[in-house]
C-alpha cells in the first residue's frame, strides 16, 4: 500500500457507498485485500504504509499494538458486510499483504480469513494468499497457514546476490527463499510465487541471471520481477542522492527485462501481466487480475484502498487512527472518489493492455485507434489480435507500455 494517500470526497461515517455501486455487481469477482502494517525493520527502497515497532513507539499506544491487530481487522470485515448489505457474492479470492503479515501470528492470519468466511463465504475455488518474508516462517507456521485454509504464499527474494541484498536493506540471507518454497510444498501449498527486483545499485548482468537461476531452481509456479523504483523520502534515495550508491538508468532496466523473459521463458514460465509470469493458467495470480481487470475488491487495513462498482477509498494512514475509528464504530475510510466513465474506460486501457490477453479495441476513441494502427506498425502490439479485435503489447511493446498505453487513451 502506498505511503501517500490521494486526495478525494470525504468518506461517509458509516461507510455506505452510492447505490449505483452494487448494480450488476453479481457479474463481477469479489475479492479482499488485508493489510498487515507491520515490519521487523524498514528496507531502504520501501515506500509502502509501513511501521516498525520504534515507529509505533508511543504513537498510537495499545490501539496500534500488532498483539490486537487481527481482533481490529475482523471489525472492518464486519464493517464490510453492513456496507455491502445482501451481496450474496462469495469471496474469490484473499491477498494479505504488508508488511510482512508473517510477523503476525498463523493463528491471527487464520483468524483475519475466517472472518471473511463467516461473514461472505468463500468461493469453492477460492485463491487464499500471503506474502512472506523469508526469515519470518518455518515448516510449522507454514503448515498452520495451509490447515487454516491459504492455499497460495509469495515469498520476497528480491535477489540471490548479497551485495544487493544489503543496498535494499533486506535481511534475510541467500538461499533462504528457496529453502522457504521446498517447505510450503511440503506443507502442500500448490501455488508458490517469489518476487524478484532487478535495476538495484551495484548489480550486474550476471548478479541479475544469477537470481533468476536460483528462483527458477527453487520450482514456484510462479515469479514476478519488477524495476526497482527509487521514490523520494526512501532511504536509497537519500543515498543515491549522497552520491554514496549509484542510479541505474531506464536503459539497463530494459536490457534486465530481456534476460528475465528470456530466461523465464525458457525454463517454462510464460509471462501473462508486464511484471509476471506462471507455469500455467491456474498458476496466475488471480487477486492481481481482479485489480487488473476493474473488478470488485475490498481492502481492509491501515491505507488499504478498496473499489467497488466505480466507488474507490482508502483508509486513514496510521494503524492508531485506524483502530481507533473502528472501535468508536466509524469507518476508517480517510476519502473517495467516485469514477466517471470515462475514468474507468482509461482504466481498463491502462491496466488491461498490460495482460497478455490485452485490451479490447473497442475501449480506444479514435485517436487511439489511430496510435493502435501506428503501433502494429512500429512493432509495439501485436498484428493477428489486432485484427481479431484487441490491443495486444509485443516483447518491444512490454518495455514502452507505459508510452504505448499514453498513445492508446487519447
Not at 530466461?263 to 493458467?281: D, F, I, K, Q, R
Amino acid at each position: 500500500m502506498p505511503s501517500v494517500l490521494p486526495d478525494g470526497e470525504p468518506m461517509p461515517e458509516d461507510g455506505a457507498l452510492p447505490a449505483s455501486a452494487l448494480l450488476g455487481a453479481g457479474e463481477r469477482p469479489l475479492g479482499f485485500y488485508l493489510h498487515v502494517p507491520y515490519c521487523a525493520t524498514r528496507c531502504g527502497y520501501c515506500d509502502f504504509n509501513t511501521y516498525t515497532a520504534t515507529e509505533l513507539r508511543g504513537s498510537g499506544g495499545v490501539l496500534a499494538s500488532r498483539d490486537n491487530y487481527a481482533a481490529t481487522l475482523t471489525d472492518e470485515v464486519r464493517l464490510a458486510r453492513k456496507v455491502l448489505g445482501d451481496d450474496p457474492r462469495p469471496v474469490r479470492t484473499v491477498f494479505v499483504g504488508g508488511g510482512t503479515p508473517t510477523l503476525l501470528a498463523a493463528a491471527d492470519l487464520v483468524r483475519m480469513l475466517g472472518a471473511i468466511r463467516d461473514e461472505f463465504g468463500l468461493a469453492d475455488d477460492a485463491e487464499i494468499t500471503t506474502e512472506a518474508n523469508p526469515e519470518s516462517v518455518d515448516p510449522a507456521y507454514l503448515a498452520a497457514l495451509r490447515e487454516g485454509g491459504f492455499n497460495r504464499i509469495s515469498f520476497g527474494m528480491q535477489s540471490a546476490r548479497q551485495h544487493v541484498l544489503k543496498v535494499l536493506d533486506r535481511t534475510h540471507t541467500p538461499g533462504r527463499p528457496e529453502a522457504c518454497v521446498a517447505e510450503a510444498r511440503a506443507a502442500g501449498f500448490d501455488h508458490v510465487n517469489l518476487d524478484l527486483i532487478y535495476g538495484t545499485p551495484g548489480e550486474s548482468d550476471d548478479d541479475w541471471r544469477a537470481s533468476l537461476d536460483a528462483a527458477i531452481g527453487a520450482g514456484p509456479d510462479h515469479v514476478s520481477a519488477y524495476a526497482l523504483i527509487v521514490e523520494e523520502g526512501t532511504q536509497l534515495a537519500r543515498r543515491i542522492r549522497r552520491g554514496e550508491v549509484p542510479m541505474t538508468d531506464d536503459d539497463v532496466h530494459a536490457d534486465r527485462y530481456l534476460i528475465a523473459d528470456s530466461v523465464l521463458a525458457e525454463a517454462g514460465y510464460h509471462w501473462y501481466e508486464v511484471s509476471n509470469w506462471a507455469t500455467s493458467e491456474s498458476g496466475r495470480c488471480l487477486h492481481n487480475e481482479l485489480y487488473w481487470r476493474g473488478a470488485d475488491w475490498w481492502g481492509a487495513g491501515p491505507g488499504a484502498h478498496s473499489h467497488v462498482g466505480g466507488v474507490r477509498w482508502w483508509n486513514v494512514k496510521h494503524p492508531g487512527a485506524y483502530a481507533a475509528a473502528l472501535a468508536e464504530g466509524r469507518s476508517p475510510g480517510a476519502g473517495r472518489e467516485v469514477l466517471s466513465g470515462e475514468d474507468r474506460r482509461v482504466e481498463r486501457v491502462l491496466l488491461e493492455l498490460r495482460l497478455r490477453e490485452g485490451c479490447p479495441l473497442a475501449l480506444l476513441k479514435p485517436a487511439g485507434l489511430a496510435a493502435a494502427e501506428q503501433a502494429v506498425r512500429d512493432g509495439l502490439l501485436e498484428a493477428a489480435p489486432y485484427t481479431e479485435g484487441r490491443a495486444v503489447l509485443t516483447l518491444r511493446g512490454r518495455l514502452l507500455a507505459d508510452a504505448v498505453v499514453r498513445d492508446l487513451v487519447d
